[in-house]
């Protein structure tokens, strides 16, 4: 047990030490910004040592709670859309059946565009006046008139929208490489047993996906609790606060008022909680089981 940890350790201290000086650089550049007051526009500010004050500061922003509340839902909101899409994607091509080729390959396309792209031509196709999205939509007689990304009540859900549809294919890629690497003894098994469809679903095939959904939850959060390219092109965090996420905020506070001392605080408050939440589900996903060995796909 010791020789194998001794192992694990051996391949991973060398990536370690190597991230290590750029992961300490930034953090202390960042804390030692964030107790300064610098501010851009008042010059000799970056040499004014203000300790704690913009980390008390943060504790009483009612942009930031608004901020966190607005993450929150797009986090749980996207997340789980694109896992419960993504899987269900994935059972489908999972199968054999012609033009599965062609079929995966169309799947990917979304996830190719970058987010700015992708929220630009989302905006375009959401536009209240020439927008595609309206025209659809009075086509089918739900009105024409539709100002998804301007309506503080429509405008999260516009943009989570967009996220799933850009997102989805990560998780139907990961999902489906783990369904292709099950062993097939579990089934045959199981369909011996008489299991079919629904049961075999819930009784064989996601418990074996455990570890890897698992992953792909784990990864698509932290994406997600990042996101700032596609709340920015599509709605610049607005209308008001009802889609301005944290790094919207952060982004508002260092490059449009200029406080970077504050921004740099916010900066650190958010990877910290981040690192916080996220660190004992992934040392319990590292500790547990995974995927047994490929043995070949379901037939």
Not at 85 to 102: D, E, P, Q, T
Not at 167 to 196: H, K, M, R
Not at 217 to 226: E, N
């Amino acid at each position: 047990m010791l020789v194998r940890r001794l192992q694990r350790l051996s391949l991973a201290v060398p990536a370690a030490l190597l991230l290590l000086p750029f992961v300490l650089i930034v953090t202390l550049g960042g804390l030692w910004i964030a107790l300064h007051g610098e501010n851009l526009l008042e010059p000799g500010s970056s040499q004014l040592f203000v300790g704690l004050e913009n980390f008390k500061h943060a504790i009483s922003d009612a942009t930031l709670r608004a901020s966190i509340k607005v993450t929150v839902i797009y986090v749980v909101a996207a997340v789980a859309c694109e896992t419960i899409l993504g899987v269900g994607v994935a059972l489908l091509m999972w199968r054999h059946f012609w033009g599965k080729g062609i079929v995966r390959s169309l799947v990917l396309i979304p996830m190719v565009l970058t987010p700015v792209v992708a929220g630009l031509t989302w905006r375009l196709l959401m536009d209240p006046t020439a927008g595609t999205a309206n025209y659809l939509l009075g086509l089918l007689g739900l009105g024409s008139d539709h100002a998804f990304l301007a309506d503080p009540s429509t405008a999260l859900a516009a943009v989570i929208l967009v996220d799933v549809w850009q997102n989805t294919p990560y998780v139907v890629i990961i999902v489906l490489a783990g369904l292709e690497s099950l062993p097939a003894e579990p089934f045959e098994a199981a369909q011996l047993d008489g299991a079919t469809g629904w049961k075999l679903l819930r009784n064989v095939t996601l418990p074996l996906l455990g570890p890897v959904l698992s992953i792909v939850v784990l990864l698509r959060t932290i994406d997600a609790v990042k996101t700032f390219a596609l709340t920015q092109t599509m709605t610049k965090g607005g209308p008001g606060t009802s889609t301005l996420a944290i790094s919207n905020y952060v982004y508002r506070v260092g490059f449009e008022t200029f406080d970077i001392g504050y921004s740099s605080a916010l900066g650190l408050v958010t990877s910290i909680a981040l690192v916080v939440l996220i660190f004992p589900f992934a040392r319990r996903l590292m500790t547990g089981g995974r995927p047994g060995p490929a043995r070949g796909g379901r037939r």
